[in-house]
């Protein structure tokens, strides 16, 4: 194959793993608003919500891990195919249930196939960024994910209280579907590396403990845990701080758009930014950012500021996503990036799963205000430990 067809193969490759990104998630963030409601409407008692809410992330967060070492073995392609597939049956099927049991089984079952998307697409962005560009790469892929949120979070409302809730399903679904169709017109992805023998789950486990324990992949998967524990805090207590301020339902999901469109709006300046600087001062501004604006949040209480806020949340988490996405190609050799970018996702699911109830929790013991501040103690925990490693290499880029 010629230098020039072997370019243009990479691509196409990058320019359909970009458009079918956004379709292999948007079923997550179409039922994140409604699944409660849907599952209280199916007789689901308080306990048994809170359950068919987590059982996604129980499940999801070692599919990411084991889904992704396969994909270091067989390529991203088929698994890809078979996970979109998968999310459609599994959307389809919501519109089935009959009963609270129903929706927690396909719960365990979506969160399963749903480990496939995100070391699949992940791994072919990182496989396909040149050294130089790997930040502008990340940056065009993290736009990818927040266009899924976005989306998912504007369209699964007025589906629901216009045409009910099997709209949302049946509209995921063929989502999905179209997701999976261009994921077959993608080129066929060759595993890198040379075969290797089946080796023990303990060896398994010291490969994993190994990538933890790299410089950037630690502040890579420290960064993203602490980023998205401080989201689910967020997502968990905004409403009932907005609610307390006579506000509406309307203004929470305005404050969330913001969040969003400014995440969108930053990741690629923010990513070009760390192919040129490095990848320390995005991420230490970033974290700042979103450190800084979660503690004086509360402060405010006209929908105006804590737009203002929202918009510099925003901002914050587009100045360090693109960096820290960048570290696991930055850190990585490219057989094993499934797994490192399998990591990563699962870290991002563990994050909102544990921070949701966690400050949930923190704000029933002290104040709504005072535990949407504090949501942000794990992001500040990881940026001194950032600041520390800072300070011992400051004359070497990340």
């Known amino acids: 194959m010629s230098e020039q067809s072997s370019l243009t193969q990479a691509r196409s490759l990058s320019l359909l793993n970009l458009t079918v990104t956004p379709l292999c998630f948007i079923d997550t963030h179409l039922l994140i608003p409604i699944i409660a409601l849907y599952a209280s409407n199916l007789g689901a008692g308080v306990g048994m919500i809170g359950l068919i809410v987590g059982l996604y992330s129980i499940t999801n967060i070692p599919a990411n891990i084991v889904f992704g070492r396969i994909i270091d073995k067989r390529g991203f392609k088929r698994p890809l195919i078979i996970g979109l597939l998968g999310d459609a049956i599994c959307m389809f099927c919501y519109s089935i249930c009959r009963l609270p049991v129903h929706l927690a089984v396909l719960r365990s079952f979506h969160g399963m196939t749903g480990g496939l998307a ?18 502008r790469k990340m940056g065009l892929y993290g736009m990818s994910l927040a266009i899924a949120t976005l989306v998912g979070y504007g369209l699964s409302g007025i589906l629901a209280s216009h045409l009910g809730y099997k709209s949302v399903f049946y509209f995921g679904a063929v989502v999905l579907l179209v997701g999976m169709l261009l994921a077959f017109a993608m080129p066929q992805d060759k595993v890198v590396g040379k075969p290797e023998v089946e080796i023990s789950a303990r060896e398994q486990l010291k490969k994993i403990s190994g990538l933890f324990h790299r410089k950037g992949l630690s502040v890579s ?4 845990f602490a980023l998205y524990f401080a989201f689910g805090g967020v997502v968990t207590l905004l409403p009932l701080y907005v609610k307390g301020l006579s506000m509406e339902a309307f203004h929470v999901g305005m404050l969330l758009t913001i969040f969003v469109a400014m995440f969108i709006l930053f990741q690629f300046p923010s990513g070009a930014m760390s192919d040129r600087v490095g990848r320390w001062i995005p991420t230490i501004t970033g974290l700042s950012f979103c450190i800084i604006s979660l503690a004086i949040l509360p402060e405010f209480g006209t929908f105006t500021m804590l737009a203002v806020i929202m918009a510099l949340y925003g901002v914050g988490y587009a100045l360090v996503f693109p960096s820290i996405s960048a570290l696991v190609a930055d850190y990585t050799l490219p057989e094993e990036r499934g797994m490192a970018t399998g990591i990563f996702h699962a870290l991002l699911t563990a994050g909102v799963a544990i921070g949701a109830p966690v400050m949930g929790w923190v704000a029933g013991l002290v104040s709504t205000e005072l535990g949407l501040a504090l949501s942000s103690v794990v992001a500040a925990l990881v940026l001194v430990i950032i600041l520390v490693i800072f300070g011992r290499h400051r004359t070497q880029e990340v």
């Not at 699949?120 to 962005?125: N, P």
């Not at 998967?221 to 993203?224: E, K, T």
């Open 118 to 135: 995100g070391p699949a697409t992940m791994s072919t962005a990182a496989q396909n960024a040149a050294e130089g560009q790997r930040g």
């Open 221 to 224: 998967y420290s960064s993203i």
